[in-house]
C-alpha cells in the first residue's frame, strides 16, 4: 500500500501502544492513544506527523472494518485493529515536517512576500469569509460573534508579539483556545498558525520575538487544556514545529521571499475544510507580519 506516516506514529509505534477507535468518517478515522490521536485515511490536506495518509484510499476501505470504540494495537510497524493487520508501517515513506530552512530572506522580500499572499487572500475571499477574516459580508451570525469574541484574545498575541510580552501571548492564547466548533475550533487553528510560525522563526531567523520552547510548550500546555484530545494535541504539535506540510511549505516560501510560491502555499491552506486552513493561515500571517515590522 502506497502512503506515508508521519514520524510521531512512527514514535509512538517503538513501543507496544493500545487504544481505540474514535471517530469513523468515510474516508478516515481517528484512532485515540491516550493524549494522542492518529488520523488515518486519504487526506488532501496534506501530511501531518500525527497522520497515516493512505494514497488512493477506495471509498469502502473502512466499511465494516473500523467503528467506534473497537481496540486497536500499534506494535512492531503492524497498526491492528479488530485482530486484524489493517496497515503495515513499514510499507510507508516517512513524514516529518521541515523545520530548518536555507536561503532566509531579508525583511524586505519577506514582506513583498507577505504583501503578495495579502492581495491574493482577498482576491480567494471575493465570496465571503469565515472564521477569523474580517468582514462586513459573507458571514453567517454565527460566525460573526466567533470573530468578535476572539478579537481580544488575538489583541493581546499580537501585543505579545510587538512588545516580546510572553504573558500577554499566553493570555491571548488562553481566550483563543476552544473557541469555535468543530474538530478544530477556529481558535484552535489560529494558535496552531502563531505558534508554528513562533518556533519557525525562533530556529531559522532569530530576530524579533523568540519565545525559549519551554515558553512555547507551556503555552501550547495551557491551551490544550481548553479544548478537545485532538486539536488540543495539533496545539502541542505545533509548539514543537511538528506542523503539516502545507504549514512548512507556506513558512518556507514566505521566509525566502518567493512570493509565487507563497501564494501557491495560500490557496492550498485555503481549500482546507470549512474554515481551518483559513483560521491556520489567519494565525501565521498575523504573526508573521507582526514580527517582520518589528524587528
Known amino acids: 500500500m502506497r502512503g506515508t506516516v508521519g514520524c510521531g506514529v512512527l514514535e509512538l509505534a517503538v513501543k507496544k501502544r493500545r487504544g481505540k477507535v474514535g471517530a469513523v468518517f468515510r474516508r478516515s478515522a481517528h484512532l485515540m492513544f491516550g493524549d494522542f490521536v492518529v488520523t488515518i485515511g486519504s487526506f488532501e490536506s496534506g501530511n501531518h506527523p500525527y497522520t497515516v495518509n493512505l494514497a488512493s484510499l477506495p471509498c469502502k476501505f473502512f466499511s465494516g472494518k473500523i467503528f467506534p470504540g473497537q481496540k486497536i494495537v500499534l506494535e512492531n510497524d503492524s497498526l491492528i485493529i479488530g485482530g486484524k493487520c489493517l496497515v503495515l508501517l513499514n510499507e510507508l515513506t516517512p513524514f516529518r515536517p521541515a523545520q530548518k530552512v536555507e536561503g532566509i530572506a531579508g525583511n524586505r522580500e519577506i514582506k513583498s512576500a507577505l504583501n503578495g499572499v495579502e492581495v491574493g487572500v482577498k482576491a480567494l475571499m471575493k465570496n465571503g469569509k469565515t472564521g477569523f477574516w474580517n468582514t462586513e459580508t459573507g458571514r453567517s451570525k454565527f460566525e460573526n460573534s466567533i470573530h468578535k469574541a476572539a478579537l ?52 531559522n531567523v532569530g530576530k524579533g520575538f523568540c519565545p525559549t520552547l519551554s515558553v512555547l510548550n507551556g503555552i501550547a500546555t495551557e491551551s490544550s487544556k481548553r479544548t478537545s484530545t485532538f486539536s488540543g494535541m495539533l496545539i502541542r504539535c505545533a509548539a514543537r514545529g511538528w506542523y503539516s506540510d502545507l504549514v512548512s511549505d507556506w513558512l518556507a516560501a514566505v521566509h525566502k521571499g518567493n512570493a509565487n510560491s507563497a501564494l501557491s502555499a495560500t490557496r492550498r491552506l485555503f481549500a482546507i475544510g470549512h474554515s481551518s486552513g483559513k483560521d491556520t493561515l489567519a494565525g501565521l500571517l498575523t504573526t508573521v507580519r507582526g514580527l517582520v515590522s518589528f524587528q
Do not use: C, M, Q, W
Open 152 to 203: 481580544p484574545g488575538v489583541r493581546l498575541v499580537e501585543r505579545g508579539i510587538r512588545y516580546k510580552e510572553a504573558a500577554a501571548l499566553l493570555d491571548g492564547s488562553k481566550i483563543l483556545a476552544g473557541l469555535g466548533v468543530g474538530l478544530t475550533p477556529s481558535g484552535d487553528d489560529f494558535l496552531v498558525g502563531v505558534l508554528s510560525a513562533l518556533h519557525f522563526n525562533r530556529l
